[in-house]
């Protein structure tokens, strides 16, 4: 099994550019998320999708959007970058649980440059 | 909405010794609490994780301690060894269906 994959491992974009980061898990994952890790922050939760079909923000959704496209997919979108996104964007999968959380597993990670 | 605080955010200690971190959440609703380690340039993994109805937890040389009147619980590393080295971050769960973390502890063993 290769668990959470990710797509591309490096971007450098011009301000204003869009593009779409790529996720998918082959864990049968219900639940699937999507980070972006800044140096001193942590990691941050941008938008989340329980189960397919839906979607949720989460602390910092401004400047993106994501498509859970099936059990496996879920992309990350930016119309319109800005340097502000300049970040490394990790996408996650985990099992639901009826209460409470579980284990999240991380894909490699993509790191975003907008100059 | 749920905010986790975490100390130190560097460490430094020599092999043998121990560790300890500590983080502070402040949704009392939330449930689940994990720990990830990350090395340099790659992705978390969780190391360890305890659930709101357990005190403390073991798995070899790490164990985790959850005070839920306090609202804070622990990482604990016994008899580090230079592969310990990374960063470490803290979780809480809560009823949102959200995992928010702390801002990571830079644990720096040295031989």
């Known amino acids: 099994n290769a668990g959470v994959t990710q797509t591309p491992k490096f971007q450098v974009l011009k301000t204003g550019q869009s593009m779409t980061l790529q996720c998918a898990q082959d864990m049968n994952h219900n639940s699937m998320y999507w980070y972006r890790q800044d140096p001193g922050m942590g990691l941050r939760l941008i938008y989340y999708?329980?189960?397919?079909?839906?979607?949720d923000k989460g602390e910092v959704p401004n400047g993106y959007n994501v498509s859970r496209l099936n059990k496996r997919e879920f992309s990350l979108r930016l119309e319109s970058a800005a340097p502000s996104q300049t970040s490394v964007y990790f996408c996650a999968s985990s099992e639901a649980r009826k209460a409470g959380g579980n284990e999240q597993f991380f894909g490699p990670g993509t790191r975003l440059t907008v100059l | 909405g749920e905010n986790v605080e975490q100390h130190p955010s560097t460490l430094s200690v020599q092999e043998g010794d121990s560790a300890v971190i500590k983080c502070t959440y402040s949704d009392s609703a939330s449930n689940y609490f994990p720990w990830y380690k990350q090395e340099l340039g790659k992705r978390p993994q969780l190391i360890i994780d305890i659930r709101s109805n357990v005190g403390e937890k073991k798995d070899q040389r790490i164990a985790v301690t959850l005070n839920k009147t306090a609202k804070h619980f622990s990482l604990h590393i016994t008899e580090t060894q230079p592969e310990d080295s990374a960063v470490y971050f803290c979780a809480a769960y809560n009823q949102g269906g959200k995992l928010i973390f702390g801002q990571g502890t830079e644990l720096s063993v040295k031989p």
């Open positions: 999708s329980a189960s397919e079909g839906t979607t």
